[in-house]
Protein backbone atom coordinates (compact mmCIF):
# COMPACT_ATOMS: atom_id res chain seq x y z
CA UNK A 1 0.00 0.00 0.00
CA UNK A 2 1.37 3.70 -0.83
CA UNK A 3 2.05 6.14 1.82
CA UNK A 4 -0.43 8.13 0.19
CA UNK A 5 -3.19 5.49 0.82
CA UNK A 6 -2.15 5.49 4.51
CA UNK A 7 -2.30 9.37 4.94
CA UNK A 8 -5.90 9.09 3.14
CA UNK A 9 -7.28 5.49 5.54
CA UNK A 10 -5.62 7.44 8.46
CA UNK A 11 -7.60 10.76 7.70
CA UNK A 12 -10.85 8.84 7.15
CA UNK A 13 -10.50 6.80 10.55
CA UNK A 14 -9.94 10.18 12.17
CA UNK A 15 -12.86 11.42 10.50
CA UNK A 16 -14.95 8.60 11.57
CA UNK A 17 -13.60 8.79 15.48
CA UNK A 18 -14.18 12.23 15.38
CA UNK A 19 -17.90 11.99 14.16
CA UNK A 20 -19.03 9.57 17.11
CA UNK A 21 -19.88 11.40 19.62
CA UNK A 22 -18.54 10.26 23.19
CA UNK A 23 -20.57 8.17 25.22
CA UNK A 24 -21.34 10.15 28.21
CA UNK A 25 -23.76 10.26 31.07
CA UNK A 26 -26.20 12.84 30.52
CA UNK A 27 -28.63 15.73 33.04
CA UNK A 28 -26.92 16.86 35.75
CA UNK A 29 -25.12 13.17 36.15
CA UNK A 30 -21.31 13.21 35.70
CA UNK A 31 -19.21 14.70 33.08
CA UNK A 32 -18.73 17.17 35.48
CA UNK A 33 -16.29 20.60 34.48
CA UNK A 34 -13.89 22.08 37.51
CA UNK A 35 -16.59 24.70 37.21
CA UNK A 36 -20.15 22.38 36.71
CA UNK A 37 -23.39 24.45 37.99
CA UNK A 38 -24.81 20.20 38.40
CA UNK A 39 -23.95 20.33 41.97
CA UNK A 40 -26.65 23.01 42.73
CA UNK A 41 -29.27 21.06 41.42
CA UNK A 42 -29.00 18.18 43.99
CA UNK A 43 -26.89 19.73 46.98
CA UNK A 44 -26.78 22.96 50.03
CA UNK A 45 -23.57 23.61 51.21
CA UNK A 46 -25.53 25.26 54.23
CA UNK A 47 -28.92 24.80 54.58
CA UNK A 48 -29.60 20.83 53.03
CA UNK A 49 -32.80 19.23 54.46
CA UNK A 50 -31.50 15.58 54.35
CA UNK A 51 -27.66 14.25 55.11
CA UNK A 52 -25.47 13.90 52.38
CA UNK A 53 -26.35 17.45 51.94
CA UNK A 54 -29.20 16.65 49.92
CA UNK A 55 -31.91 19.89 48.95
CA UNK A 56 -34.31 17.07 49.64
CA UNK A 57 -34.98 15.04 53.12
CA UNK A 58 -34.57 11.55 50.92
CA UNK A 59 -32.77 10.56 47.67
CA UNK A 60 -35.62 9.82 46.18
CA UNK A 61 -37.59 12.60 46.98
CA UNK A 62 -34.25 14.43 45.33
CA UNK A 63 -34.42 12.32 42.27
CA UNK A 64 -38.55 12.89 42.11
CA UNK A 65 -38.03 16.66 41.88
CA UNK A 66 -37.38 16.35 38.32
CA UNK A 67 -38.46 12.56 37.59
CA UNK A 68 -41.47 12.35 39.26
CA UNK A 69 -45.09 13.52 38.09
CA UNK A 70 -44.98 16.99 38.57
CA UNK A 71 -41.12 17.78 38.34
CA UNK A 72 -39.75 19.87 35.71
CA UNK A 73 -35.99 18.99 35.90
CA UNK A 74 -36.42 15.87 33.12
CA UNK A 75 -38.06 15.02 30.69
CA UNK A 76 -38.24 11.41 32.11
CA UNK A 77 -41.61 10.96 33.89
CA UNK A 78 -40.67 7.55 35.53
CA UNK A 79 -43.49 7.62 37.84
CA UNK A 80 -46.13 8.27 35.08
CA UNK A 81 -43.63 5.69 32.81
CA UNK A 82 -43.56 8.54 29.75
CA UNK A 83 -41.30 10.72 28.29
CA UNK A 84 -42.38 14.45 28.22
CA UNK A 85 -40.28 17.38 26.89
CA UNK A 86 -40.65 19.65 30.10
CA UNK A 87 -36.95 20.62 31.06
CA UNK A 88 -35.32 23.30 29.31
CA UNK A 89 -33.28 21.24 27.09
CA UNK A 90 -33.73 20.83 23.47
CA UNK A 91 -31.74 17.60 22.84
CA UNK A 92 -30.63 17.09 19.47
CA UNK A 93 -31.09 14.59 18.21
CA UNK A 94 -34.35 13.71 20.55
CA UNK A 95 -34.08 11.19 23.34
CA UNK A 96 -37.62 9.93 23.09
CA UNK A 97 -40.62 10.49 21.44
CA UNK A 98 -43.33 12.92 23.53
CA UNK A 99 -46.31 11.03 25.25
CA UNK A 100 -44.63 7.97 24.59
CA UNK A 101 -43.85 4.76 27.02
CA UNK A 102 -40.36 4.84 28.50
CA UNK A 103 -38.49 1.34 28.41
CA UNK A 104 -38.49 0.82 31.90
CA UNK A 105 -42.03 1.37 32.02
CA UNK A 106 -42.99 3.28 34.95
CA UNK A 107 -43.53 3.41 39.20
CA UNK A 108 -47.22 4.16 39.22
CA UNK A 109 -48.76 3.84 35.61
CA UNK A 110 -47.38 2.53 32.74
CA UNK A 111 -48.22 3.10 28.60
CA UNK A 112 -48.08 -0.64 27.78
CA UNK A 113 -49.72 -2.10 25.81
CA UNK A 114 -50.05 -5.40 27.95
CA UNK A 115 -53.52 -6.59 26.45
CA UNK A 116 -51.83 -6.55 22.56
CA UNK A 117 -54.79 -4.80 21.32
CA UNK A 118 -53.16 -1.41 20.35
CA UNK A 119 -53.71 0.55 23.33
CA UNK A 120 -51.61 2.89 25.28
CA UNK A 121 -53.52 4.74 27.53
CA UNK A 122 -52.18 5.13 30.76
CA UNK A 123 -52.96 2.28 33.25
CA UNK A 124 -51.98 2.17 36.72
CA UNK A 125 -48.97 -0.28 37.54
CA UNK A 126 -49.58 -3.69 39.02
CA UNK A 127 -46.74 -4.59 39.98
CA UNK A 128 -43.12 -2.90 40.51
CA UNK A 129 -39.65 -2.61 42.19
CA UNK A 130 -39.60 -0.75 45.22
CA UNK A 131 -38.27 2.85 44.76
CA UNK A 132 -39.14 4.37 48.51
CA UNK A 133 -36.21 2.48 50.71
CA UNK A 134 -38.86 -0.37 52.17
CA UNK A 135 -37.57 -3.41 52.24
CA UNK A 136 -38.64 -6.80 50.16
CA UNK A 137 -37.25 -10.09 49.44
CA UNK A 138 -34.87 -9.99 46.62
CA UNK A 139 -35.97 -13.46 45.04
CA UNK A 140 -32.85 -15.55 44.41
CA UNK A 141 -30.55 -13.35 45.91
CA UNK A 142 -27.66 -15.13 47.30
CA UNK A 143 -25.74 -19.15 47.04
CA UNK A 144 -27.19 -22.06 45.27
CA UNK A 145 -29.08 -24.31 48.53
CA UNK A 146 -29.70 -21.08 50.22
CA UNK A 147 -33.59 -20.70 50.24
CA UNK A 148 -35.62 -18.12 48.05
CA UNK A 149 -33.89 -15.05 48.79
CA UNK A 150 -32.86 -12.20 50.78
CA UNK A 151 -34.34 -9.16 52.23
CA UNK A 152 -33.12 -6.14 50.91
CA UNK A 153 -34.38 -2.08 50.98
CA UNK A 154 -34.65 -0.57 47.39
CA UNK A 155 -34.56 2.61 46.16
CA UNK A 156 -33.46 4.76 42.97
CA UNK A 157 -29.56 5.02 44.00
CA UNK A 158 -29.70 1.20 44.50
CA UNK A 159 -29.44 0.73 41.28
CA UNK A 160 -28.36 4.24 39.78
CA UNK A 161 -25.73 6.08 40.74
CA UNK A 162 -26.48 10.11 40.47
CA UNK A 163 -22.78 11.52 39.58
CA UNK A 164 -22.42 8.78 36.36
CA UNK A 165 -19.21 7.77 35.81
CA UNK A 166 -20.19 4.34 37.59
CA UNK A 167 -18.08 2.56 35.21
CA UNK A 168 -14.65 2.63 36.54
CA UNK A 169 -12.12 5.56 35.56
CA UNK A 170 -15.18 7.98 34.79
CA UNK A 171 -16.67 5.73 32.12
CA UNK A 172 -20.53 6.28 31.60
CA UNK A 173 -22.39 3.33 31.89
CA UNK A 174 -26.11 2.49 30.92
CA UNK A 175 -28.61 4.65 32.34
CA UNK A 176 -25.89 5.52 35.30
CA UNK A 177 -26.39 1.79 36.23
CA UNK A 178 -23.96 0.62 39.28
CA UNK A 179 -21.81 -2.42 38.39
CA UNK A 180 -22.84 -3.40 41.97
CA UNK A 181 -25.86 -2.20 42.67
CA UNK A 182 -26.21 -1.13 46.64
CA UNK A 183 -26.95 -4.45 49.15
CA UNK A 184 -26.50 -6.79 46.05
CA UNK A 185 -23.01 -8.23 46.75
CA UNK A 186 -19.83 -7.94 45.21
CA UNK A 187 -20.12 -9.35 41.68
CA UNK A 188 -19.45 -6.31 38.97
CA UNK A 189 -20.96 -6.09 35.74
CA UNK A 190 -20.20 -2.81 33.81
CA UNK A 191 -22.84 -1.99 30.91
CA UNK A 192 -21.33 0.66 28.51
CA UNK A 193 -23.23 3.87 27.84
CA UNK A 194 -25.80 3.63 24.81
CA UNK A 195 -24.97 5.95 21.73
CA UNK A 196 -27.22 7.89 21.17
CA UNK A 197 -29.92 7.81 23.88
CA UNK A 198 -33.24 6.70 23.29
CA UNK A 199 -35.76 6.47 26.01
CA UNK A 200 -38.54 5.66 24.67
CA UNK A 201 -39.94 1.95 23.47
CA UNK A 202 -39.81 1.20 19.62
CA UNK A 203 -43.27 0.62 18.72
CA UNK A 204 -45.64 4.05 18.47
CA UNK A 205 -48.80 1.14 19.63
CA UNK A 206 -47.34 0.32 23.05
CA UNK A 207 -46.51 -3.35 22.48
CA UNK A 208 -43.33 -3.84 24.92
CA UNK A 209 -42.18 -7.12 24.44
CA UNK A 210 -39.73 -7.25 21.36
CA UNK A 211 -38.13 -3.97 21.91
CA UNK A 212 -34.43 -3.17 20.41
CA UNK A 213 -31.67 -2.96 22.64
CA UNK A 214 -27.86 -3.11 21.91
CA UNK A 215 -26.52 -6.63 21.57
CA UNK A 216 -24.06 -6.74 24.11
CA UNK A 217 -26.71 -4.38 27.06
CA UNK A 218 -29.49 -6.41 26.28
CA UNK A 219 -26.83 -9.86 27.12
CA UNK A 220 -25.45 -7.90 29.70
CA UNK A 221 -28.54 -6.89 31.69
CA UNK A 222 -29.54 -10.19 32.74
CA UNK A 223 -25.86 -10.77 34.84
CA UNK A 224 -26.49 -6.96 35.81
CA UNK A 225 -30.28 -8.24 37.34
CA UNK A 226 -28.51 -11.21 38.24
CA UNK A 227 -26.17 -8.75 40.70
CA UNK A 228 -29.54 -8.92 43.25
CA UNK A 229 -31.06 -11.97 41.57
CA UNK A 230 -28.35 -14.55 41.88
CA UNK A 231 -29.86 -17.60 40.79
CA UNK A 232 -32.17 -16.62 38.22
CA UNK A 233 -29.25 -16.50 35.41
CA UNK A 234 -29.53 -19.57 33.53
CA UNK A 235 -28.04 -20.50 30.35
CA UNK A 236 -29.28 -22.70 27.21
CA UNK A 237 -29.77 -26.28 28.87
CA UNK A 238 -31.10 -24.88 32.28
CA UNK A 239 -34.62 -26.08 31.62
CA UNK A 240 -33.37 -29.49 31.85
CA UNK A 241 -30.27 -29.21 33.92
CA UNK A 242 -30.90 -29.82 37.99
CA UNK A 243 -29.33 -26.84 39.33
CA UNK A 244 -28.87 -28.72 42.59
CA UNK A 245 -31.12 -25.60 44.57
CA UNK A 246 -33.92 -27.29 46.02
CA UNK A 247 -36.29 -23.89 44.98
CA UNK A 248 -34.51 -22.58 41.64
CA UNK A 249 -34.39 -26.33 40.22
CA UNK A 250 -35.06 -26.07 36.59
CA UNK A 251 -35.21 -22.89 34.90
CA UNK A 252 -35.93 -21.48 31.32
CA UNK A 253 -32.58 -20.42 29.67
CA UNK A 254 -32.50 -16.22 30.61
CA UNK A 255 -29.83 -15.08 28.73
CA UNK A 256 -27.96 -15.68 25.59
CA UNK A 257 -29.32 -17.73 23.07
CA UNK A 258 -31.07 -21.29 22.94
CA UNK A 259 -29.07 -23.59 21.08
CA UNK A 260 -30.45 -23.01 17.49
CA UNK A 261 -33.26 -21.81 18.58
CA UNK A 262 -35.72 -24.04 16.70
CA UNK A 263 -37.01 -27.33 18.91
CA UNK A 264 -33.74 -27.62 20.31
CA UNK A 265 -33.71 -27.87 24.19
CA UNK A 266 -37.69 -27.16 23.39
CA UNK A 267 -37.15 -23.98 21.75
CA UNK A 268 -39.56 -21.78 19.66
CA UNK A 269 -40.42 -23.80 16.57
CA UNK A 270 -39.73 -22.54 12.87
CA UNK A 271 -43.29 -21.59 12.85
CA UNK A 272 -42.62 -19.35 16.03
CA UNK A 273 -43.03 -15.76 15.64
CA UNK A 274 -39.97 -14.87 14.10
CA UNK A 275 -40.19 -11.29 15.05
CA UNK A 276 -39.63 -12.93 18.50
CA UNK A 277 -38.52 -15.94 18.58
CA UNK A 278 -35.04 -15.35 17.32
CA UNK A 279 -33.90 -12.84 19.69
CA UNK A 280 -31.36 -13.71 22.50
CA UNK A 281 -32.31 -13.82 25.92
CA UNK A 282 -32.45 -11.46 28.69
CA UNK A 283 -34.33 -10.70 31.84
CA UNK A 284 -35.81 -7.37 30.02
CA UNK A 285 -37.12 -9.90 27.46
CA UNK A 286 -39.90 -10.98 29.58
CA UNK A 287 -39.83 -8.49 32.17
CA UNK A 288 -39.49 -4.48 32.53
CA UNK A 289 -37.30 -3.14 35.08
CA UNK A 290 -39.10 -0.21 36.91
CA UNK A 291 -42.91 -1.57 36.96
CA UNK A 292 -45.76 -3.27 34.52
CA UNK A 293 -49.22 -2.37 33.59
CA UNK A 294 -49.99 -6.24 33.06
CA UNK A 295 -52.91 -7.59 34.17
CA UNK A 296 -52.72 -11.59 35.37
CA UNK A 297 -56.09 -14.07 35.19
CA UNK A 298 -56.89 -17.74 35.52
CA UNK A 299 -53.07 -19.75 36.27
CA UNK A 300 -51.03 -17.12 36.01
CA UNK A 301 -53.31 -14.86 39.18
CA UNK A 302 -52.03 -17.81 41.24
CA UNK A 303 -48.59 -18.55 41.08
CA UNK A 304 -46.83 -19.50 44.31
CA UNK A 305 -43.65 -16.92 45.39
CA UNK A 306 -40.62 -19.05 45.34
CA UNK A 307 -40.68 -18.74 49.21
CA UNK A 308 -44.51 -21.07 49.12
CA UNK A 309 -46.54 -17.89 49.91
CA UNK A 310 -49.58 -17.24 47.86
CA UNK A 311 -50.04 -13.41 48.83
CA UNK A 312 -50.75 -11.22 46.91
CA UNK A 313 -52.21 -12.89 43.82
CA UNK A 314 -54.49 -11.62 41.10
CA UNK A 315 -52.95 -8.47 38.73
CA UNK A 316 -50.00 -7.75 41.40
CA UNK A 317 -49.06 -11.18 40.64
CA UNK A 318 -47.38 -9.83 37.26
CA UNK A 319 -43.87 -9.95 38.16
CA UNK A 320 -43.12 -6.82 36.00
CA UNK A 321 -43.72 -8.83 33.14
CA UNK A 322 -44.18 -7.07 29.73
CA UNK A 323 -47.48 -9.10 28.34
CA UNK A 324 -50.67 -10.06 30.40
CA UNK A 325 -50.95 -13.83 31.89
CA UNK A 326 -48.26 -15.77 29.51
CA UNK A 327 -48.26 -13.85 26.54
CA UNK A 328 -45.09 -13.44 26.66
CA UNK A 329 -44.40 -17.46 26.34
CA UNK A 330 -46.96 -17.55 23.39
CA UNK A 331 -45.66 -14.94 21.49
CA UNK A 332 -41.97 -16.89 21.11
CA UNK A 333 -43.12 -20.28 21.21
CA UNK A 334 -46.16 -20.14 19.22
CA UNK A 335 -47.72 -23.22 20.50
C1 LIG B 1 -28.70 14.31 40.60
C2 LIG B 1 -28.40 14.72 41.93
C3 LIG B 1 -26.96 14.91 42.31
C4 LIG B 1 -26.02 15.72 41.71
C5 LIG B 1 -26.17 16.55 40.46
C6 LIG B 1 -24.83 15.65 42.53
N1 LIG B 1 -25.04 14.80 43.58
FE1 LIG B 1 -23.71 14.34 45.06
N2 LIG B 1 -25.06 13.03 45.86
C7 LIG B 1 -26.34 12.81 45.40
C8 LIG B 1 -26.97 11.76 46.19
C9 LIG B 1 -28.38 11.22 45.99
C10 LIG B 1 -26.02 11.38 47.16
C11 LIG B 1 -26.20 10.29 48.20
C12 LIG B 1 -25.72 9.03 47.55
C13 LIG B 1 -26.23 7.79 48.17
O1 LIG B 1 -27.19 7.83 48.90
O2 LIG B 1 -25.64 6.77 47.81
C14 LIG B 1 -24.83 12.20 46.94
C15 LIG B 1 -23.66 12.10 47.69
C16 LIG B 1 -22.54 12.92 47.49
C17 LIG B 1 -21.33 12.84 48.27
C18 LIG B 1 -21.08 11.90 49.45
C19 LIG B 1 -21.05 10.44 49.04
C20 LIG B 1 -20.14 10.17 47.89
O3 LIG B 1 -20.62 9.69 46.86
O4 LIG B 1 -18.95 10.51 47.94
C21 LIG B 1 -20.47 13.79 47.79
C22 LIG B 1 -19.08 14.10 48.28
C23 LIG B 1 -21.15 14.45 46.68
N3 LIG B 1 -22.40 13.89 46.53
C24 LIG B 1 -20.61 15.48 45.94
C25 LIG B 1 -21.18 16.01 44.80
C26 LIG B 1 -20.57 17.02 43.96
C27 LIG B 1 -19.23 17.68 44.24
C28 LIG B 1 -21.42 17.25 42.92
C29 LIG B 1 -21.19 18.15 41.70
C30 LIG B 1 -20.00 17.83 40.94
C31 LIG B 1 -22.57 16.40 43.11
N4 LIG B 1 -22.40 15.67 44.26
C32 LIG B 1 -23.66 16.35 42.26
C33 LIG B 1 -26.94 13.45 44.36
C34 LIG B 1 -26.33 14.32 43.49
C1 LIG C 1 -32.01 18.58 38.84
C2 LIG C 1 -32.79 17.64 38.08
C3 LIG C 1 -32.48 16.16 38.27
C4 LIG C 1 -32.40 15.45 39.46
C5 LIG C 1 -32.58 15.97 40.87
C6 LIG C 1 -32.19 14.08 39.08
N1 LIG C 1 -32.11 13.95 37.71
FE1 LIG C 1 -31.79 12.26 36.65
N2 LIG C 1 -31.75 13.30 34.90
C7 LIG C 1 -32.02 14.65 34.79
C8 LIG C 1 -31.98 15.03 33.38
C9 LIG C 1 -32.21 16.42 32.81
C10 LIG C 1 -31.68 13.86 32.65
C11 LIG C 1 -31.54 13.72 31.11
C12 LIG C 1 -32.76 12.96 30.52
C13 LIG C 1 -34.08 13.63 30.78
O1 LIG C 1 -34.30 14.78 30.38
O2 LIG C 1 -34.94 13.00 31.43
C14 LIG C 1 -31.55 12.79 33.64
C15 LIG C 1 -31.26 11.47 33.32
C16 LIG C 1 -31.27 10.43 34.24
C17 LIG C 1 -31.05 9.05 33.90
C18 LIG C 1 -30.67 8.52 32.52
C19 LIG C 1 -29.18 8.72 32.35
C20 LIG C 1 -28.58 8.13 31.09
O3 LIG C 1 -27.48 7.58 31.17
O4 LIG C 1 -29.18 8.24 30.02
C21 LIG C 1 -31.17 8.33 35.06
C22 LIG C 1 -31.02 6.84 35.21
C23 LIG C 1 -31.47 9.27 36.12
N3 LIG C 1 -31.51 10.54 35.59
C24 LIG C 1 -31.64 8.91 37.45
C25 LIG C 1 -31.76 9.83 38.50
C26 LIG C 1 -31.76 9.47 39.91
C27 LIG C 1 -31.65 8.06 40.44
C28 LIG C 1 -31.90 10.63 40.62
C29 LIG C 1 -31.91 10.80 42.13
C30 LIG C 1 -30.69 10.38 42.82
C31 LIG C 1 -31.96 11.71 39.66
N4 LIG C 1 -31.88 11.19 38.39
C32 LIG C 1 -32.09 13.06 39.99
C33 LIG C 1 -32.28 15.53 35.82
C34 LIG C 1 -32.28 15.21 37.18
C1 LIG D 1 -30.31 -3.89 43.94
C2 LIG D 1 -30.89 -5.21 43.85
C3 LIG D 1 -31.81 -5.53 42.68
C4 LIG D 1 -31.51 -5.46 41.32
C5 LIG D 1 -30.24 -4.98 40.67
C6 LIG D 1 -32.68 -5.97 40.63
N1 LIG D 1 -33.65 -6.33 41.53
FE1 LIG D 1 -35.45 -7.17 41.11
N2 LIG D 1 -35.97 -7.09 43.09
C7 LIG D 1 -35.14 -6.67 44.10
C8 LIG D 1 -35.89 -6.69 45.36
C9 LIG D 1 -35.35 -6.26 46.73
C10 LIG D 1 -37.18 -7.16 45.05
C11 LIG D 1 -38.36 -7.36 46.00
C12 LIG D 1 -39.02 -6.06 46.33
C13 LIG D 1 -39.59 -5.41 45.12
O1 LIG D 1 -40.60 -5.90 44.57
O2 LIG D 1 -39.02 -4.41 44.66
C14 LIG D 1 -37.19 -7.40 43.61
C15 LIG D 1 -38.29 -7.88 42.91
C16 LIG D 1 -38.27 -8.23 41.56
C17 LIG D 1 -39.39 -8.83 40.85
C18 LIG D 1 -40.74 -9.17 41.45
C19 LIG D 1 -41.53 -7.89 41.55
C20 LIG D 1 -42.98 -8.10 41.92
O3 LIG D 1 -43.52 -7.26 42.65
O4 LIG D 1 -43.60 -9.05 41.48
C21 LIG D 1 -38.99 -9.01 39.56
C22 LIG D 1 -39.79 -9.61 38.43
C23 LIG D 1 -37.63 -8.51 39.44
N3 LIG D 1 -37.23 -8.05 40.69
C24 LIG D 1 -36.88 -8.51 38.29
C25 LIG D 1 -35.68 -7.82 38.14
C26 LIG D 1 -35.05 -7.55 36.86
C27 LIG D 1 -35.57 -7.99 35.52
C28 LIG D 1 -33.90 -6.85 37.13
C29 LIG D 1 -32.90 -6.26 36.16
C30 LIG D 1 -33.43 -5.24 35.25
C31 LIG D 1 -33.81 -6.70 38.58
N4 LIG D 1 -34.92 -7.28 39.15
C32 LIG D 1 -32.77 -6.07 39.25
C33 LIG D 1 -33.82 -6.28 43.99
C34 LIG D 1 -33.15 -6.07 42.79
C1 LIG E 1 -33.95 -2.41 40.58
C2 LIG E 1 -33.12 -1.40 39.94
C3 LIG E 1 -33.72 -0.05 39.64
C4 LIG E 1 -34.35 0.80 40.50
C5 LIG E 1 -34.70 0.59 41.96
C6 LIG E 1 -34.63 2.00 39.74
N1 LIG E 1 -34.20 1.85 38.44
FE1 LIG E 1 -34.27 3.24 36.97
N2 LIG E 1 -33.67 1.86 35.60
C7 LIG E 1 -33.19 0.60 35.91
C8 LIG E 1 -32.82 -0.08 34.68
C9 LIG E 1 -32.26 -1.48 34.55
C10 LIG E 1 -33.12 0.81 33.61
C11 LIG E 1 -32.96 0.55 32.10
C12 LIG E 1 -34.27 -0.07 31.58
C13 LIG E 1 -34.31 -0.34 30.10
O1 LIG E 1 -33.54 0.26 29.33
O2 LIG E 1 -35.15 -1.16 29.69
C14 LIG E 1 -33.63 2.03 34.23
C15 LIG E 1 -34.00 3.19 33.53
C16 LIG E 1 -34.20 4.43 34.13
C17 LIG E 1 -34.37 5.70 33.43
C18 LIG E 1 -34.38 5.89 31.92
C19 LIG E 1 -35.83 5.90 31.39
C20 LIG E 1 -36.48 4.54 31.30
O3 LIG E 1 -37.57 4.36 31.89
O4 LIG E 1 -35.93 3.62 30.67
C21 LIG E 1 -34.52 6.68 34.39
C22 LIG E 1 -34.71 8.16 34.15
C23 LIG E 1 -34.50 6.02 35.69
N3 LIG E 1 -34.30 4.67 35.49
C24 LIG E 1 -34.65 6.65 36.92
C25 LIG E 1 -34.99 5.99 38.10
C26 LIG E 1 -35.53 6.63 39.30
C27 LIG E 1 -35.77 8.11 39.45
C28 LIG E 1 -35.74 5.64 40.22
C29 LIG E 1 -36.39 5.74 41.60
C30 LIG E 1 -37.73 6.34 41.63
C31 LIG E 1 -35.28 4.38 39.62
N4 LIG E 1 -34.86 4.64 38.34
C32 LIG E 1 -35.25 3.13 40.26
C33 LIG E 1 -33.06 0.07 37.18
C34 LIG E 1 -33.63 0.61 38.34
C1 LIG F 1 -38.89 -16.25 29.29
C2 LIG F 1 -39.41 -15.20 30.11
C3 LIG F 1 -38.64 -14.81 31.34
C4 LIG F 1 -37.30 -14.50 31.42
C5 LIG F 1 -36.26 -14.54 30.32
C6 LIG F 1 -37.06 -14.11 32.79
N1 LIG F 1 -38.22 -14.18 33.51
FE1 LIG F 1 -38.48 -13.73 35.48
N2 LIG F 1 -40.42 -14.34 35.42
C7 LIG F 1 -41.06 -14.79 34.29
C8 LIG F 1 -42.41 -15.21 34.64
C9 LIG F 1 -43.46 -15.74 33.70
C10 LIG F 1 -42.56 -14.98 36.04
C11 LIG F 1 -43.78 -15.27 36.93
C12 LIG F 1 -43.56 -16.49 37.82
C13 LIG F 1 -43.42 -17.78 37.06
O1 LIG F 1 -44.26 -18.12 36.23
O2 LIG F 1 -42.39 -18.46 37.30
C14 LIG F 1 -41.29 -14.42 36.48
C15 LIG F 1 -41.02 -14.06 37.81
C16 LIG F 1 -39.84 -13.46 38.24
C17 LIG F 1 -39.58 -12.98 39.59
C18 LIG F 1 -40.58 -12.97 40.77
C19 LIG F 1 -40.40 -14.18 41.66
C20 LIG F 1 -40.86 -15.45 40.98
O3 LIG F 1 -40.01 -16.31 40.64
O4 LIG F 1 -42.08 -15.62 40.75
C21 LIG F 1 -38.29 -12.50 39.60
C22 LIG F 1 -37.55 -11.92 40.78
C23 LIG F 1 -37.76 -12.67 38.26
N3 LIG F 1 -38.70 -13.25 37.45
C24 LIG F 1 -36.47 -12.28 37.90
C25 LIG F 1 -35.90 -12.56 36.66
C26 LIG F 1 -34.51 -12.28 36.33
C27 LIG F 1 -33.51 -11.63 37.27
C28 LIG F 1 -34.30 -12.70 35.06
C29 LIG F 1 -33.01 -12.70 34.27
C30 LIG F 1 -31.85 -13.30 34.93
C31 LIG F 1 -35.59 -13.22 34.56
N4 LIG F 1 -36.51 -13.13 35.56
C32 LIG F 1 -35.82 -13.72 33.27
C33 LIG F 1 -40.54 -14.83 33.01
C34 LIG F 1 -39.21 -14.62 32.67
C1 LIG G 1 -37.47 -14.93 23.44
C2 LIG G 1 -38.21 -16.15 23.16
C3 LIG G 1 -38.72 -16.98 24.30
C4 LIG G 1 -39.67 -16.65 25.23
C5 LIG G 1 -40.29 -15.28 25.46
C6 LIG G 1 -39.94 -17.85 25.99
N1 LIG G 1 -39.15 -18.86 25.55
FE1 LIG G 1 -39.15 -20.76 26.22
N2 LIG G 1 -37.50 -21.18 25.14
C7 LIG G 1 -36.88 -20.30 24.30
C8 LIG G 1 -35.62 -20.88 23.84
C9 LIG G 1 -34.61 -20.23 22.89
C10 LIG G 1 -35.53 -22.15 24.46
C11 LIG G 1 -34.39 -23.17 24.34
C12 LIG G 1 -33.52 -23.02 25.57
C13 LIG G 1 -32.26 -23.90 25.59
O1 LIG G 1 -31.62 -24.09 24.55
O2 LIG G 1 -31.94 -24.40 26.69
C14 LIG G 1 -36.75 -22.31 25.24
C15 LIG G 1 -37.05 -23.45 25.97
C16 LIG G 1 -38.25 -23.66 26.65
C17 LIG G 1 -38.66 -24.90 27.25
C18 LIG G 1 -37.86 -26.20 27.26
C19 LIG G 1 -36.81 -26.15 28.35
C20 LIG G 1 -35.96 -27.42 28.43
O3 LIG G 1 -34.73 -27.30 28.33
O4 LIG G 1 -36.51 -28.48 28.66
C21 LIG G 1 -39.87 -24.68 27.83
C22 LIG G 1 -40.74 -25.68 28.57
C23 LIG G 1 -40.20 -23.30 27.59
N3 LIG G 1 -39.21 -22.71 26.86
C24 LIG G 1 -41.34 -22.65 28.06
C25 LIG G 1 -41.53 -21.28 28.07
C26 LIG G 1 -42.49 -20.55 28.90
C27 LIG G 1 -43.48 -21.21 29.84
C28 LIG G 1 -42.34 -19.24 28.62
C29 LIG G 1 -43.02 -18.05 29.28
C30 LIG G 1 -42.76 -17.93 30.71
C31 LIG G 1 -41.29 -19.13 27.59
N4 LIG G 1 -40.81 -20.37 27.32
C32 LIG G 1 -40.87 -17.93 27.01
C33 LIG G 1 -37.35 -19.06 23.91
C34 LIG G 1 -38.36 -18.36 24.54
Known amino acids: ?37 ACAGCHRAHTAQGNNLLVTGSSTALCLTCHGTTGTGADTDVMDGVYLQRDTTTESPDEGEVNRGLKAGGFLYARMDTAWVGSTAARPVTSSHLWDASTGTAWGSGTWGSGPGEAMALECVSCHDPHGGAGGGNAATYRLL ?30 YFGQTYEAVTFNNLAAWCATCHDRYLATAGSGHTYSGDDVFAYRHISVGSGCGCHNINGGPPPTGNTTYAHQPVSCLTCHVAHGSSASMGGYAAHVAWPDGSTAPSGDARSALLRVDNRGTCELCHNK
Open 178 to 207: RPTPLGSGTSAVMIADENPKHYTIDAADGK
Open 1 to 37: MSFRRWIFLLGALSALLCAQPVRADNGPHGGYTATTD
